[in-house]
């Protein structure tokens, strides 16, 4: 089973919906995250949480909301979801322990097409 | 802050061929750099990473050399596969003492062909 899950892998949703994207992990990391990846713009950080009780904005939060409802889970919202926010969507996890260097590991992502 | 520039694609390939991808930063403190690769329908990997000045990290024939006087980790490879095809992405990660938060670059796309 892959260590980091996604779900849904898939989804087209209408302006003005409400999303909600989940990311759950069996790795034990403190660390998640949320990323956003766009044709040419790379990966953009949306949100991170460093343990439970921990959110932080990352470069590109308007519009999103999370919630890290456990050590293992970390959801990422659209309250009212618009076109620009068609992209895929990540989940990633990391270390904090010392030697770990903050490697991210990767769910498979998120397809999200706003009509 | 931190940033992350890598050479942009895509890059086009005949099989056997040498493979250069650029990347340079810029890090307010003592980084450690990583280089991921995300295959077609994936998430993204780690391909290899390097945690000081004058590190190589290497995995699966790739290499990369982090140096500290060029701010530079460019990745290499000296005969690429079809299955090499790829899209790269050059990373940084601030040592302990830092915000942790990793900085990537927009993604290098390489093309192998037969």
């Known amino acids: 089973d892959a260590d980091v899950t996604q779900t849904p892998r898939n989804r087209i949703t209408k302006t003005g919906k409400r999303i909600m994207l989940e990311c759950s992990q069996t790795k034990g990391h403190d660390r998640m995250y949320w990323y956003r990846q766009d044709p040419g713009l790379g990966l953009r950080l949306i949100y991170y949480?460093?343990?439970?009780?921990?959110?932080n904005k990352g470069e590109i939060s308007d519009g999103y909301s999370v919630s890290r409802q456990a050590q293992a889970k970390f959801s990422l919202s659209l309250e009212s979801a618009i076109p620009n926010q068609t992209a895929l969507y990540f989940c990633a996890t990391s270390d904090s322990g010392t030697g770990t260097y903050n490697e991210q590991f990767f769910g498979p992502g998120t397809r999200l097409t706003v009509l | 802050g931190n940033s992350v520039t890598q050479m942009e694609g895509p890059v086009t390939l005949s099989e056997e061929a040498f493979l250069t991808i650029n990347c340079t930063y810029t890090a307010t403190g003592y980084p450690s750099l990583f280089w991921y690769v995300q295959y077609p329908g994936e998430g993204l990997q780690l391909l290899l990473k390097?945690?000081?000045?004058?590190d190589k990290g290497s995995n699966k024939g790739f290499e990369a050399t982090y140096r500290k006087e060029t701010t530079s980790f460019h990745l290499e490879k000296g005969s690429v596969q079809v299955s090499d095809s790829a899209v790269y992405f050059c990373a940084l990660s601030d040592l302990p003492g830092g915000s942790y938060i990793p900085t990537f670059g927009r993604g290098t796309s390489l093309i192998v062909h037969p």
């Open positions: 390097a945690t000081k000045a004058d």
């Open positions: 949480s460093f343990d439970v009780k921990d959110i």
